[in-house]
């Protein structure tokens, strides 16, 4: 299988640790959050993987050559002179799964050591364009938010509602098949939360986390998840 890892952004959050490092480079018990990454898609039998970049890119690239020489896992680098947006990285490199039935898609923000493996094979088990992993948040309002049937359909699907009806949240990682394609729309910026997951409202499907899983997007998270995976082994 292939995966897309969005790891382009600022990370203006972290700041000032991302004035000098890209967000997806800050590092946890001694490696790089990427490192991280690479090692949970290398364990459920990623063998490639297409990275974006943009904000000091520099650093980012270096790693992934490094790491191409040792690691199991392949890695891709797609340098964006301009952000695309999370769905217009895919759009964008749809080529590199062409001949795939269905990829990964995960955004790189957060800290996680989920079973991607048991939601490759929820999602194997319907006919759904996508699997979306969930997470139950007590910030409902601050994310993407979910309610699913009795059959794990996702029946509604709000970005940052006002009034949440349901506290499971989107976590930023996908299973999709390649039919997700014909929704994107013909531009090159596109939103995954705001431009295709609305249209997919019965079409997708949800997978409720039971793993680890922390967004290091802010200082006092970062420092949680540092003291959290202080003791993680390196496979």
């Not at 952004?9 to 700041?15: A, P, Q, S």
């Not at 364990?43 to 970049?53: A, K």
């Not at 079973?115 to 999602?123: A, K, R, V």
Request: with cysteine; aromatic share 12%; proline share 4%.
């Amino acid at each position: 299988m292939k995966a897309f890892l969005l790891a382009a952004g600022f990370g203006t959050r972290l700041k000032p640790l991302t004035d000098i490092t890209p967000k997806c480079m800050v590092p946890i018990a001694g490696q790089p959050l990427l490192f991280w990454w690479f090692q949970l898609l290398e364990r459920h039998g990623v063998t490639e993987v297409l990275i974006n970049t943009h904000y000091l890119f520099g650093q980012v690239r270096q790693y992934i050559n490094y790491y191409n020489k040792k690691g199991k896992l392949y890695v891709h680098e797609f340098y964006e002179p301009v952000l695309l947006g999370s769905g217009g990285t895919v759009a964008a490199n749809k080529n590199f799964v062409s001949k795939e039935e269905s990829f990964l898609i995960c955004y790189a923000d957060n800290l996680t050591d989920i079973n991607i493996s048991s939601m490759i094979e929820l999602h194997s088990s319907h006919d759904g364009i996508l699997t979306m992993a969930l997470f139950h948040t007590n910030s409902p309002k601050q994310c993407g938010i979910a309610q699913v049937d009795k059959n794990r359909k996702i029946v509604e699907f709000i970005e940052k509602p006002q009034n949440p009806t349901s506290n499971l949240a989107n976590a930023g990682i996908y299973v999709a098949r390649k039919e997700i394609f014909d929704f994107f729309p013909n531009r090159k910026f596109i939103d995954f939360g705001n431009d295709i997951l609305p249209q997919l409202i019965g079409k997708m499907y949800g997978w409720e986390i039971q793993d680890y899983l922390i967004d290091i997007g802010t200082l006092e998270n970062y420092q949680k998840a540092k003291s959290d995976w202080s003791s993680k082994e390196i496979i």
